[in-house]
């Protein structure tokens, strides 16, 4: 065989299924939860007072919605790069495909930089002395050797360190168990709301709020090819996940309120180490650094991921360069991927305070939520489309897209700002990688897990 007919060859490495039901449900119970609860307890009681376990309570709702949503989708097509595919499916045009794969993308990899820089924040707390920068770069070097190495070792470093921020969680909810019933849970007295009243808007206004909390269940469709059993596993999982994550979340908040004053918890820096500090004061809080590592690393663990299978399948589908596509012939991961994400994941989480960025993507997947939603819709609607193995009535993703797009019209001016810039730098990269028309055309016809 000539070496032209050689590089004709098509890589015939695919991703191999190696997670289980339950490495599933730990994968998407680390991913909501992460480490942003410790400190938006705090935020979520200065708006709603006391009863901040109904803003807990309605963003479930909300998020179960387009989580059901991402239930059927993941039955009807386990694919790496799942929003982006089913967009491509439903509404068979490229660019809006790679827009929202992209944009996707764009979330997790600031999410990941973000995260780089906690650690780096917490790690220099426990051992002063090291610079940042080198803590930045161990960490990242660390995520993407894990990821390179196999699908089966990043679970275990995720079920472990899943399994150590629920414990976390879990330690507060016991040492505050016995403050329960102690507080009148629909009074939501606040500097904003003096009379404590508890109407639609002031519900509505908390649920944006919490609703970011559970950010982190579409992730789990971009492991689709990795599952075992993805019809059955990956709806399951992901509707296990986020009722074990709503179940948590509203016990902390519960108990939170009930050991501290809702008006000194909006005030504090830390309000779950010092509902802890209250509650059992003979427990070192120091602790809820090490546990704030391990789930920061968590988050940025499965953002990594997230966004190397983005790029894997988006390059499958012809969406982004074939050579992403990539996967090691014995370690059977997208190792080109996974190396493109490290290269971009250190220079944002090098280049400064990204904040603002970060905010902006909240935009950018609130956006991909509305249009995955409308995309079952359309799927189901149409005659020769497949049916998955967990089905839902055509109300529940009209109901997910419009509370998505409640949740956008909350969002702010510099959000929607930055969210556009992000937007344009995607719409120039279509114009420069636009992918070959053929690719496109196969994708329509490629179904199949």
């Known amino acids: 065989m000539s070496k032209t007919e050689t590089s004709k060859v098509p890589n015939t490495s695919k991703l191999e299924r190696h997670i289980g039901l339950i490495a599933l449900t730990l994968y998407g119970v680390g991913d909501i939860l992460g480490a942003g609860i410790y400190g938006l307890v705090g935020k979520a009681a200065g708006q709603?007072?006391?009863a901040i376990w109904i803003a807990f309570l309605a963003s479930t709702l909300a998020a179960g919605l387009t989580g059901l949503s991402y239930a059927s989708l993941g039955s009807r097509y386990p694919k790496a790069g799942g929003a982006a595919f089913v967009t491509q499916k439903a509404f068979r045009r490229g660019w809006l495909a790679y827009g929202v794969g992209l944009a996707a993308l764009a979330s997790g990899l600031t999410s990941m930089a973000t995260g780089a820089r906690v650690f780096a924040g917490y790690f220099s707390g426990l051992f002063p002395?090291?610079?940042?920068?080198?803590v930045i770069l161990g960490f990242a070097l660390s995520l993407v050797a894990i990821v390179i190495r196999g699908i089966k070792e990043s679970i275990w470093l995720n079920s472990l360190c899943t399994l150590i921020e629920l414990g976390g969680l879990l330690i507060v909810i016991a040492v505050g168990f016995g403050f329960l019933g102690t507080v009148d849970y629909f009074n939501a007295t606040t500097v904003s709301n003096p009379t404590g009243a508890l109407g639609p808007s002031i519900i509505l206004?908390?649920?944006v709020l919490t609703f970011y909390s559970f950010v982190g269940f579409e992730d789990m469709l971009n492991v689709g090819?990795?599952?075992k059993n993805p019809k059955r596993n990956l709806p399951l999982g992901l509707v296990l996940s986020v009722l074990i994550s709503s179940c948590v979340y509203v016990l902390?908040?519960?108990v939170a309120v009930s050991v501290i004053p809702a008006d000194v918890l909006a005030n504090s820096d830390q309000p779950l180490v010092d509902v802890v500090a209250k509650a059992a004061p003979w427990f070192p809080t120091k602790i809820f650094s090490v546990i704030s590592m391990f789930a920061v690393t968590n988050t940025a663990l499965l953002n990594f991921i997230m966004g190397s299978r983005i790029m894997y399948g988006m390059a499958n589908q012809g969406l982004l360069p074939k050579v992403l596509s990539k996967v090691h012939r014995t370690r059977k991961t997208p190792y080109v991927a996974s190396a493109t994400v490290f290269v971009i994941m250190l220079g944002l989480a090098l280049s400064g305070d990204i904040s603002s960025l970060a905010k902006a993507t909240s935009v950018l997947l609130l956006l991909c939520f509305t249009l995955v939603n409308v995309a079952l819709v359309v799927l189901k609607r149409r005659s020769d489309e497949p049916r998955g193995g967990f089905e839902v009535p055509s109300a529940i993703p009209i109901l997910g897209a419009m509370v998505c797009a409640a949740l956008l019209a909350h969002a702010k001016g510099p959000e929607w700002l930055t969210a556009?810039?992000?937007?344009?730098?995607?719409?120039?990269?279509?114009?420069?990688?636009?992918p070959k028309q053929e690719a496109l055309d196969q994708l329509e016809t490629s179904s199949e897990p």
């Open 48 to 50: 709603m007072g006391n």
């Open 129 to 134: 002395g090291l610079l940042a920068p080198l």
């Open 205 to 207: 206004s908390g649920a």
């Open 225 to 227: 090819e990795e599952v």
């Open 252 to 254: 902390i908040s519960l």
């Open 420 to 434: 556009s810039g992000i937007l344009a730098v995607i719409a120039a990269l279509w114009f420069i990688l636009k």
